[in-house]
T-cell receptor
Framework: GQNIDQPTEMTATEGAIVQINCTYQTSGFNGLFWYQQHAGEAPTFLSYNVLDGLEEKGRFSSFLSRSKGYSYLLLKELQMKDSASYLCAVMDSNYQLIWGAGTKLIIKP | IAGITQAPTSQILAAGRRMTLRCTQDMRHNAMYWYRQDLGLGLRLIHYSNTAGTTGKGEVPDGYSVSRANTDDFPLTLASAVPSQTSVYFC?????????????FGPGTRLTVL
């Protein structure tokens, strides 16, 4: 079966750095996406990785290792507005996104 | 620019009733999707459409139907609602449905079936 695993909840301090991990087992791989979802709102796109390595976009970076079935999202200089759920999703061989349940990130002052 | 709109925002529905959730996008995207999101579970694909006139089944299609008469609209119909269909429903669209496509989401419809 297809499976995406990520921690249910994480807590971090304002101004700090946090790493949210995602491991996956899917039938085929056509890229990995990270989305941010604030409570009661729609998911919004953060990043896309299809090749191994690190993609940096401002305070957010995303890493992929296809051989390990592993990705992480790194958030630097945390702000209170970063409190949200972070969703990991993998595009499978049918070009359908398989979603993890999301990691709820709580930022404390 | 509206992006993707969904209606209604929320709805309480009696079991056995028929309900259509509306989704409209103005980005001229070819591909559209319907997901449901339940607490503790990832988004699950119900139905999708890669282009106007075609539709396909996702992971959890039972009890739902869709149509894609034109590029902009992708309604989701529950023929006879059941309590297990209580969920938040998101419509999304992407340019082509290909591997590098980013999906853009509507604001969601919160549906409660009693």
């Amino acid at each position: 079966g297809q499976n995406i695993d990520q921690p249910t909840e994480m807590t971090a301090t304002e101004g700090a750095i946090v790493q949210i991990n995602c491991t996956y087992q899917t039938s085929g791989f056509n890229g990995l996406f990270w989305y941010q979802q604030h409570a009661g709102e729609a998911p919004t796109f953060l990043s896309y990785n299809v090749l191994d390595g690190l993609e940096e976009k401002g305070r957010f970076s995303s890493f992929l290792s296809r051989s390990k079935g592993y990705s992480y999202l790194l958030l630097k200089e945390l702000q209170m507005k970063d409190s949200a759920s972070y969703l990991c999703a993998v595009m499978d061989s049918n070009y359908q996104l398989i979603w993890g349940a999301g990691t709820k990130l709580i930022i404390k002052p | 620019i509206a992006g993707i709109t969904q209606a209604p925002t929320s709805q309480i529905l009696a079991a056995g009733r028929r309900m259509t959730l509306r989704c409209t996008q103005d980005m001229r995207h070819n591909a559209m999707y319907w997901y449901r999101q339940d607490l503790g579970l990832g988004l699950r694909l119900i139905h999708y459409s890669n282009t106007a006139g075609t539709t396909g089944k996702g992971e959890v299609p039972d009890g739902y139907s869709v149509s894609r008469a034109n590029t902009d609209d992708f309604p989701l119909t529950l023929a006879s609602a059941v309590p297990s269909q209580t969920s938040v429903y998101f419509c999304a669209s992407s340019e082509s449905g290909g591997s590098t496509d980013t999906q853009y989401f509507g604001p969601g419809t919160r549906l409660t079936v009693l």
